[in-house]
Each structure stands twice: as C-alpha cells, then as structure tokens.
C-alpha cells in the first residue's frame, strides 16, 4: 500500500512524501520524497497496482536501500567506536529517521553540514566532530561494499565556517524570537507629574535632529582645512542624503513591514509611485514580491524624490558588512533616543502587529505583503499586546 502526506518546511517549500509498504515484498517500508504532486500520486497508484499482482516495479527496486539504523547497529557491534562517535551517530539516525545509505550522496552531505549550523546553531568545532563521526561510519560502509563512495570526502576546506548566508539566516531565526516592539508608557518624573513616553515620538525625534545638523558650521570648518567648495558642496550633499535616508529607511520599515536588507538595497527603478507599489526582486527566501505604499509611506517616498534610476539609498551593495554597520548605526540612534533593547528589525514586528491591529486585510493578504511563506512563521511576527484586543471584545 502506497499513502501520499504533504509536507512542508519552514521556507513555506512544500514536498510530498510517499510511504511505500509491503511486509512480503519490500519488508520494511520505503520513503520517496516528490517535489511535484501530480508525480507523487502517480507514483503511488502504480505501485499499489503492482503490489496487487505480486511484484515491485523497477523503478521501486533502485530505491530500496540498506536499512542505515541496522547498518550503524553493525558498525558500532564489530568496530570500535568510541562512546562520543556512537552518541553522535544515533543522534543523527533521530534527525533523519527515513534516511537510506542510498541517500547519502554529496548535496546530502552539504545539507547535513548546513542543516548543524541553521537549526542546530553548534559552533564549527561540534560540525567538525559530528561530520567526523558521520565519516567514519561512512568508510567502513565502503569498505564493506554497502556504498561506493565517501561524499563527506569531498567537502570544502572551512566547511564547518558560518558563511554569511549562515549567520544572516540564523540571526533571522533570533529576531523572529524576539517581541519587542514600539511601546507606550508612562512615568512619573522628579515634579511627580506624570509623564507620557511614546517611543515612536522619541525616534522621529532624534532622527529630525539627526538630519538639523549645522550645515555652515561644516562649511567653514572644511574651508580652514583647504576644501574647495565643489568638495564642500559634494560632502554636504552626501551628508543630507544619509540623514534622509535613515528617516525614509525607518517610514518604510514601519508601513511596509521589509526586512532592513530589502530597504537599503533599493532601486529607484524597484519605486513606482503611480501605482503604489514597490517591486522587490531579492527577497530573504529568494521570492520575488510586491509591497503595497501606504499612503504616510507615499507621502515620504515623494518628498525624498524618486527618480528613474540609480540606488535610493547611500550605502553601497546588500552583503553583511553593510547591514552590520547599518544596524549599529540605528542601534546608537535608538539608544540615543532613550529605548532599551531596540532594534531596527523590530520594526519588522511593529509593522506586522500593526496590519492586524489597524486594517481588515486577511491572513493571506498580509502574508503577500511581508513575504511570510506560512501562517505559522507570520504569527511569531504578529504580537499583539492584551490592551489591544480590549475594543474587540464584547
């Protein structure tokens, strides 16, 4: 018997996973992973229809590997292996419960390595000992002819070092923990009078003070340095358009709910004010999406002038050097302006909480926007304060 289960995984990539069983014919059940629906159920159909008559298709036959659980069990019995390896090594038959010796080929290897770093976050030492445990299990099946080759073998030197891809996805994963979002508060001060802070006002405030800077005093100071006044002019402009640039950066973020990366690194090209959207053509899980301008959003893109072509912003390509220096830059700016544990990133969260809370849009449509491939992965970024359910209720 042939059952077909749909899966997903976190990216929102769906899969279908087929489970192929018969005790008399295959004795143990045999998994096949489809990336296509249609094939998946085809797949099934034949070979129930096969099973029926007696007989196991042949393309069924290529897949029926080495039970790898037994494999190990023999490896850890007539091989000694010391107690680390062996802790290792069934550790990793519990990450990859379906997995078959046949299955181990190299892009298998590459996303054992990828998969320790993202989900399991252990430092390079650990990848090093866990790929080694896995290795050496791996030889000695090729050695007794249960598999042809060692993959692990062939991975790059510094294959244990987090790229920047890697440490961008799991410092991803850390901000999605996170609930920290603009707040409202008061406070009683020195006079005993109480107080009411808004952390939104306080950044608007110190971002308007960031683009008040005394133009004249620069002037003249560079002029007693010897600047020519085309060096002057040039250094001014390029100083009023990153001051600019941080209040557009920060009026996006918070109407349009785009990741830090999606912002810095726009196009002119990517801003169509006519028709009220922003075309983002690299996105964090390599989907192309549009993004709705909100009106506050609309006014701002205008009044920072959008022209046909070149980058919006001042800071260079989209890689991690510029997303480090940009959020320690917003990191200093909201620390300035008197918020605790702030980061550009939550902005993220604020927007999102903000499309439930302020507008009717569904699930759906607010996930189109944000780009959240699941409902579950939109729902760590929608936290909605207890108060601001109260008006809802009955």
């Known amino acids: 018997m042939a059952t077909v289960t749909e899966k997903e995984n976190k990216q929102g990539e769906k899969s279908w996973q087929v489970r192929f069983s018969n005790k008399k014919l295959l004795g143990k059940p045999v998994y096949i992973t489809y990336y296509n629906e249609k094939e998946a159920w085809a797949s099934a159909r034949e070979a129930d229809d096969c099973f029926a008559r007696g007989i196991v298709p042949e393309w069924l036959k290529d897949t ?7 494999a190990v069990d023999d490896y850890v019995a007539k091989t000694p292996v010391n107690k680390d390896d062996v802790s290792k090594l069934y550790t990793f038959l519990d990450d990859y419960p379906t997995l078959q010796l046949k299955d181990i080929n190299f892009p298998f ?14 430092k390079p030492g650990t990848i090093r000992k866990y790929k080694g445990a896995v290795s050496r299990f791996v030889d000695w099946a090729v050695r007794h002819e249960h598999m042809e080759s060692n993959p692990f073998d062939h991975l790059p030197k510094g294959y244990a070092t987090y790229t920047d891809a890697d440490l961008e996805y799991v410092q991803e994963l850390k901000d999605e923990e996170r609930d920290r979002r603009l707040e409202v508060y008061e406070i009683i001060d020195e006079k005993g009078k109480t107080r009411t802070i808004d952390e939104e006002v306080l950044i608007r ?9 005394d133009r004249e005093k620069i002037r003249q100071r560079k002029e007693k340095a010897g600047w020519t006044k ?17 209040c557009l950066m920060f009026e996006l973020a918070l109407e349009s709910a785009m990741r ?11 801003v169509d004010l006519e028709k009220r959207t922003i075309f983002l053509d690299e996105t964090k899980n390599g989907d192309k999406r549009q993004v709705p301008i909100t009106s506050i959003a609309l006014i701002a893109l205008k009044d920072f002038g959008i022209r046909r072509s070149g980058p919006v912003f001042p800071w260079g390509p989209r890689d991690k050097k510029t997303g480090d ?7 200093r700016l909201f620390k300035k302006a008197g918020l605790e544990n702030f980061r550009f990133h939550d902005l993220r969260h604020e927007a999102t909480s903000r499309f439930f809370i302020d507008t009717d849009l569904s699930t759906a449509l607010i996930m189109k926007i944000t780009g959240h491939k699941t409902p579950q992965m939109l729902a760590r970024y929608a936290n909605i304060r207890g108060s601001e359910l109260v008006d809802e209720l009955w």
Do not use: P, V
């Not at 405030?205 to 800077?213: M, P, R, S, V, Y």
């Not at 220096?325 to 990191?331: E, G, P, Q, V």
């Open 205 to 213: 405030k110190a971002l308007a003070e960031k683009n008040d800077f």
């Open 64 to 70: 029926i590997g080495i039970d790898i659980e037994e």
């Open 325 to 331: 220096k940009l959020s320690k830059r917003y990191n």
């Open 109 to 122: 290897a590459e996303r054992f390595i990828t998969e320790l770093k993202r989900k399991r976050h252990i």
């Open 260 to 270: 830090m990366a999606e912002i810095y690194s726009l196009s002119h090209s990517q």
């Open 230 to 246: 085309k060096q002057i002019d040039d250094h001014i402009q390029a100083l009023d358009w990153e001051a600019r640039s941080l």
